[in-house]
């Protein structure tokens, strides 16, 4: 089980107790100046005081339980209009949108994608990229936001 995978397991029932989703966490490893960064929605829209009320639960939580070792900082955040993607039923939900998706490792030569997400086949996102569909493996991407449009 991955770092990332402990600390869902951890703290998203805590995030759901409180009646808001974790959409996913980040955690950037930087030396002494490593953030935790929890995303979280909810039908409402989220407030800072939604994100300081998350923070004070999910900190006593870390302060106990301890997963991460070394300093760290905290974030909790709303998604925003360029929100990150998790998982393929993320993507799903994203059909027709605008992304931008890294892999760790290249396809065809390539490792950064920008196009329209067209759907999910199996364990892969289909992206088209000008007029070709490309199969991303789910396991294959490293991170991936959605483009907004201001049209």
Same mark, same amino acid.
């Given at each position: /089980?991955?770092?990332?995978?402990?600390?869902?397991?951890?703290?998203?029932?805590?995030?759901?107790?409180?009646?808001?989703?974790?959409?996913?966490?980040?955690?950037?490893?930087?030396?002494?100046?490593?953030?935790?960064?929890?995303? %979280? !929605?909810?039908?409402?829209?989220?407030?800072?005081?939604?994100? #300081?009320?998350?923070? $004070?639960?999910?900190?006593?939580?870390?302060?106990? !339980?301890?997963?991460?070792? @070394? !300093?760290?900082?905290?974030?909790?955040?709303?998604? @925003? /209009?360029? $929100?990150?993607?998790?998982?393929?039923?993320?993507?799903?939900?994203?059909? @027709?949108?605008? =992304?931008? %998706?890294?892999?760790? =490792?290249?396809?065809? !030569?390539?490792?950064?994608?920008?196009?329209?997400? $067209?759907? %999910? #086949?199996?364990?892969?996102?289909? %992206?088209?990229?000008?007029?070709? #569909?490309?199969?991303?493996?789910?396991?294959?991407?490293?991170?991936?936001?959605?483009?907004?449009?201001?049209?």
């Amino acid at each position: /089980m991955t770092k990332l995978q402990k600390l869902q397991d951890l703290l998203a029932p805590i995030v759901e107790a409180l009646e808001f989703q974790c959409w996913g966490i980040e955690f950037l490893s930087q030396g002494r100046h490593s953030v935790l960064r929890i995303y %979280i !929605e909810h039908e409402d829209g989220i407030t800072v005081d939604d994100c #300081e009320l998350v923070s $004070r639960q999910l900190s006593a939580v870390l302060d106990v !339980e301890d997963p991460v070792s @070394g !300093e760290y900082t905290l974030e909790v955040s709303s998604p @925003g /209009m360029d $929100r990150p993607l998790f998982t393929l039923d993320q993507f799903s939900a994203f059909i @027709g949108q605008n =992304a931008k %998706i890294k892999l760790r =490792a290249p396809i065809e !030569e390539r490792r950064h994608f920008q196009g329209l997400i $067209r759907g %999910i #086949e199996e364990d892969d996102v289909v %992206i088209q990229v000008d007029n070709y #569909e490309y199969l991303l493996p789910f396991e294959l991407i490293e991170k991936a936001n959605i483009v907004p449009n201001f049209d």
